[in-house]
């Protein structure tokens, strides 16, 4: 793909929309048939069967609306899938229904209060479901005029849009006039543009066009003009989560601070407010709430404050579900002296459900590793694979995962295109894992800057 700069904003979001392959990409959903069963190999996920087949049990119960104010834990040594799972489940949630993933430490940002932080995960994983009239303009393009200024730095224009009653000319700001161009209009285009938001969407082409074959594809399609008014009121159904509400209505904030995503603290006031209304709009049947899912990993750095304000947050009407992960076995809670099991506090356990995660086998290892080999574009020998999987079992999974792309590298400076043994090898020796790099800080003691060594085991474990 080859690279646009310019200042449009609608091509700088083409631009970042580009994806990455992150650690987690291959992931597709949890793998499991209609009865639940997990598939041995699919939709980038391979074994931990019994905690995938958990994880889409709870998730059934979700998309029925029929849980709320619920938790779960998924509890296991590093690398043995936690997060790939939960992301699983974020997948084969609808697009309706909200996700939010955080990092417990994200909780303790110096801008805003824990108990903050938290209500605001907790409020961008529950979303209302609102019914809406809206007014759009529903026609025949007719023909588009835009003039640009000495500077090019504003545009204005004109829309003829008609249908087979009537024809009428809209003025047309910057904005309309970017989104037309993205969406490629040209006159003989059927389009319905809706009035508030300023959402194109293209319907198809006119068929009285259907003679004009330059400004055809090989997939348009071809409607009859619309008849009647222009302008039309229809019923919309679109889903905004209770943050988003927050944030839109806070007056100091506004509208554009979700995009900045810099939304500071939001007063409780205003909260309460919000919820009264939302309350009026479902008693009026025009808002339904949909409870979705929070997401926090490596929940064992909360502290007993934000556990104490977990335990009551589950315990309120308006409530996701929320999923927690943590690779502690016994753990001091953060803030205590007490040592908890995953570092989790008894009365939080108690109403949590705890689906263990465990090593896999090398079988699995295999697959895994093909699985990423084909989302990163790598091709390597079964050889090579083979070395990979005999490293995971001394190492961890994610870092033999690591190593491929490395290996890769250094396969590409001897120009071959095939991934092999020496290659996988030379990767290792280059890059430490954490046990041989624990072995050399041995060996270099005292030479590091900030070595504690009385306590550091239990700091860490
Ligand atoms: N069952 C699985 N199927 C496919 N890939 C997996 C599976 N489990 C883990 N992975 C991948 O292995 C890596 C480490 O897993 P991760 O979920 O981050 O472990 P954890 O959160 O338990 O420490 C990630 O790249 C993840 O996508
Ligand atoms: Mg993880």
Known sequence: MSMQISTGASELRDITKMERIGAHSHIRGLG????????????????????????????????????????????????????????????????????????????????????????????????????????????????????????????????????????????????????????????????????????????????????????????????????????????????????????????????????????????????????????????????????????????????IECFSFLNRALEQEMSPLVIMASNRGMARIRGTKFMSPHGLPVDLLDRVLIVSTKAYSDDEVEKIIQIRCLEEDVKMTPEASEVLVAMAASTTLRYVLNLISCAQVVARKRKAEIVDTPDVRRAYDYFMDEKRSVQWLKTQQGALVFEETADVGSEIM
């Open 32 to 303: 499991l048939d209609d009865r639940l069963e997990p598939r041995a190999n699919s939709q980038g996920m391979v074994g931990q069967a019994k905690a995938r087949k958990a994880a889409g049990m709870i998730l059934k119960m979700v998309q029925e609306g029929r849980i709320a104010g619920r938790a779960m834990l998924f509890a296991g040594p590093p690398s043995t899938g936690k997060t790939a799972i939960a992301l699983g489940m974020a997948q084969s949630l609808g697009s309706d229904v909200p996700f939010t993933m955080i990092a417990a430490s994200e909780v303790f940002s110096l801008s805003m209060s824990k108990t903050e932080a938290l209500t605001q995960a907790f409020r961008r994983s529950i979303g209302i479901r609102i019914k809406e009239e809206t007014e759009i303009i529903e026609g025949e393009v007719v023909d588009i005029q835009i003039d640009r200024s000495l500077t090019g730095a504003t545009k204005t224009g004109k829309l003829t849009m008609k249908t087979t009653d009537m024809e009428t000319v809209y003025d047309l700001g910057t904005k309309m006039i970017d989104a037309l161009s993205k969406e490629k209009i040209l006159a003989g285009d059927v389009v319905s543009i809706d009035k508030s938001s300023g959402k194109i969407s293209k319907i198809g082409r006119s068929y009285a066009r259907s003679r004009d074959y330059d400004a055809m594809g090989a997939d348009t399609k071809f409607v009859q003009c619309p008849e009647g008014e222009i302008q039309k009121r229809r019923e919309v159904v679109h889903t905004v989560s209770l943050h988003e509400i927050d944030v839109i209505n806070s007056r100091t904030q506004g509208f554009l601070a979700l995009f900045a995503g810099d939304t500071g603290e939001i007063k409780p006031e205003l909260r309460k407010q919000i919820d009264t209304k939302v309350a009026e709009w479902r008693e009026e049947g025009k808002a339904e709430i949909v409870p979705g899912v929070l997401f926090i990993d490596e929940v064992h750095m909360l502290d």
